[in-house]
């Protein structure tokens, strides 16, 4: 399999994700793409074309869709057979989207900010620290992303109802419930992520400045904050993420003023069934809007967010 | 100061074969520090956990449920219940086949992906990014969009159609159940790919090319050279999309709605309907924990088989 058929493009050297190997990749010259190899070139071909179409048949369709008319799409159609670029116009006042995704915007945003310097300061202490019960720690910090959220929604739901009475204050149907929930069930994930990204810096700056008598917020807030924002900015993205994709705690925690964007395209979708034709053309319009957001964000800072969806995979 | 001065730089450089034993290394720890998200994690996390047994064993519905402590305890009486006159034993079926299947689905294509992606070539870089783009989708989104494509008379069915299959309803009826996976797997497949990419990654250049002198064929090289790389990967990331499916209620809340069709009345989506559409709170507590139990086998082998440390700090791992 190492004989030619490979443009010579193909073979210069280094990954995009660089490893310690790639250095020695770049010295191996112009055959180490033929050498790397894993699979022959027309199954390659194959297995990416499918999985293009697969990917992009749906991704496509939602695009054709929220631009054609609901007849249209409810008899079938993939290609949009008339124009409805009105969709995009008419669904801000079908649903109250502005609304939603403002409630969105705003709370997913300070649960961004707030969650990674929390994240940082715990991370610091359980990467540079050794106590009692750290691992305990580090463990609970991966398992507690897989208690399932419905056992937890029910409890949070009663304890914010108890806790309102016995302070005499509303907090379920404020945005405050839902800040303070999706915070705190982003902080094991992005605190795993700031974990992993504090192991690899270097320990030198920090330990000439306790050598200079700094104390440890000061190492903290004046060292490693200043050192880590990558890592920052990746935990803080996925504690965003985790806000602006939950349906399950906004659904329960939120009124209508306070309603998340999920949520608003939840209701909207779940509303439209029986008697006429949905208005399929501005639901897919909304989804559209929806993932925008998202979708930009994942392809603007892939290269980082991917290495921290991973780090709770490595053996 | 003074003393820290001197000899943090000595814990420090002894750092490295586990300073745990050094006294001094052990003060000025500013475990202050983990307070914030502690306590944070603790009030929202550990004690609605321990809320949520309190109230399964409670007779709660919407009439006690404001002053819940005080709501009658029934021992496990709804567990009882749950088991015997609820849809429970059979959301369980619905929901552990579905994310097994669905995980087991997901892995050759995650492979295939993995591998096929892991050389250069040009357009690499675009096809990465769109190879995310069903997994970042936000779940509802994703619901969503296979609502309107699996409508009766809707792209799929025309689709399917023009090649002469008329399958069902998609929604509804014995079919949704393979829905389901079907957008699971959709929608799931991008991360297994991801994790099998970076266990690839691992791969040393030497290998590649002791297989290469040797002269292997792609499959030989592929099935006794790189596959034995990525058994640990692999494994991994099948416990992490089990866990992932079990405890996914978005996509079947979004893509069926409630109350569920019966074939896909998953574990979360049928705990959800009996709290805040029946309002059987207790009985609902005990499905959730009932799920807890579900997860704890897989959640225990992950959390054995994980690195929690870098083996930089702490000792050998």
Redesign the interface.
């Known amino acids: 399999m190492t004989t030619t058929a490979t443009p010579p493009s193909t073979a210069s050297a280094s990954r995009s994700r660089s490893t310690a190997a790639t250095i020695k990749r770049k010295a191996n010259g112009t055959r180490q793409g033929d050498i790397t190899r894993l699979l022959p070139k027309p199954l390659l071909v194959t297995v990416i074309t499918v999985l293009l179409v697969i990917v992009l048949g749906p991704v496509l369709y939602m695009l054709f869709s929220s631009v054609n008319g609901d007849a249209s799409v409810a008899g079938g159609a993939f290609f949009p057979t008339e124009l409805h670029f009105d969709n995009y116009i008419k669904v801000w006042s079908t649903v109250d989207l502005g609304n939603g995704l403002m409630n969105s915007v705003i709370v997913c945003l300070a649960v961004a900010v707030v969650c990674a310097f929390l994240a940082v300061a715990t991370a610091y202490v359980l990467v540079r620290y050794e106590f009692r019960g750290r691992l305990t720690f580090l463990r609970g910090l991966l398992g507690l992303q897989s208690i399932p959220g419905t056992l937890m929604l029910l409890p949070v739901f009663v304890l914010f109802s108890s806790a309102a009475s016995i302070l005499g204050i509303q907090i379920i149907g404020t945005r405050a419930a839902v800040f303070i929930t999706y915070l705190t069930f982003a902080l094991p994930f992005s605190t795993w992520v700031m974990v992993t990204y504090l192991r690899g810096l270097p320990k030198a700056l920090e330990e000439a400045a306790r050598i200079d008598g700094a104390s440890s917020w000061r190492i903290l807030t004046r060292i490693v904050v200043p050192l880590s924002w990558p890592g920052i900015v990746v935990s803080g993205i996925f504690a965003f993420l985790l806000g602006w994709n939950d349906v399950l705690f906004a659904s329960v925690l939120t009124n209508p003023e306070t309603r998340t964007a999920a949520v608003a395209l939840q209701v909207f979708g779940a509303t439209q069934e029986g008697g006429a034709i949905p208005l399929y053309g501005q639901m897919m319009a909304a989804s559209l809007i929806c993932a925008v957001p998202v979708v930009v964000l994942y392809l603007v800072f892939q290269r980082y967010l991917i290495g921290g969806l991973t780090s709770g995979g490595v053996k | 100061?003074a003393d820290?001065?001197l000899v943090?730089?000595t814990g420090?450089s002894g750092?490295r074969r586990?300073?745990?034993a050094k006294p001094v290394?052990?003060r000025?720890?500013?475990?202050w520090?983990?307070l914030?998200?502690?306590i944070?994690?603790i009030?929202?996390?550990v004690?609605?956990?321990v809320?949520?047994v309190l109230?399964s064993t409670l007779d709660l519905d919407q009439y006690t449920?404001?002053s819940?402590l005080q709501a009658p305890f029934i021992g496990v009486q709804n567990y009882i219940e749950a088991v015997l006159d609820s849809s429970l034993l059979r959301s369980i079926g619905i929901s552990v086949s579905f994310a097994v299947i669905a995980a087991v689905v997901t892995m050759p294509?995650g492979v295939?992906?993995a591998?096929?992606?892991?050389?250069?070539?040009?357009g690499r870089?675009l096809?990465?990014?769109?190879?995310?783009?069903?997994y970042?989708?936000?779940?509802?989104?994703v619901?969503?969009?296979?609502?309107?494509?699996l409508?009766p008379?809707?792209?799929?069915?025309?689709?399917l159609?023009s090649i002469g299959i008329h399958s069902g309803l998609w929604l509804n009826g014995p079919l949704s159940y393979w829905s389901l996976i079907i957008v699971q797997i959709?929608t799931s497949w991008p991360?297994f790919y991801?994790?099998v990419?970076?266990g690839l990654?691992?791969v040393?250049?030497e290998v590649?090319?002791a297989a290469?002198i040797d002269g292997a064929?792609?499959w030989i090289?592929?099935r006794y050279v790189?596959l034995p790389y990525l058994r640990?990967?692999i494994?991994?990331?099948l416990i992490?999309a089990f866990?992932h499916n079990?405890?996914a209620?978005?996509l079947p809340?979004?893509l069926f709605?409630v109350p569920a069709p019966q074939d896909v009345d998953v574990?979360?989506v049928l705990?959800?309907v009996t709290?805040?559409q029946s309002f059987r709170?207790g009985l609902?507590?005990a499905m959730?924990?009932c799920?807890?139990i579900l997860?704890a086998i897989p959640?225990f082998v992950?959390?054995r088989?994980?690195?929690?440390?870098?083996g930089?700090?702490?000792e050998k791992r």
Do not use: C
């Open positions: 100061m820290s001065t943090t730089p420090a750092g586990g300073g745990r290394h052990l000025n720890r500013p475990l520090m983990l914030p998200g502690g944070l994690m009030l929202v996390i004690v609605p956990l809320v949520a109230m449920l404001q819940w294509i295939a992906a591998l096929a992606t892991q050389n250069k070539f040009r870089a096809v990465r990014s769109l190879f995310l783009i069903p970042v989708l936000p779940a509802f989104v619901g969503t969009l296979w609502r309107t494509m409508q008379g809707g792209v799929v069915d025309s689709t159609g959709w991360f991801l994790l990419l970076a990654q691992s040393d250049h590649h090319e290469a064929t792609w090289k592929l790189i640990g990967p494994f991994l990331a992490i866990l079990i405890n209620f978005t809340f979004v709605g574990l979360p705990t959800y709290s805040f709170f609902s507590a959730a924990i799920s807890l997860i959640l992950y959390l088989a994980v690195k929690l440390d870098s930089d700090e702490g």
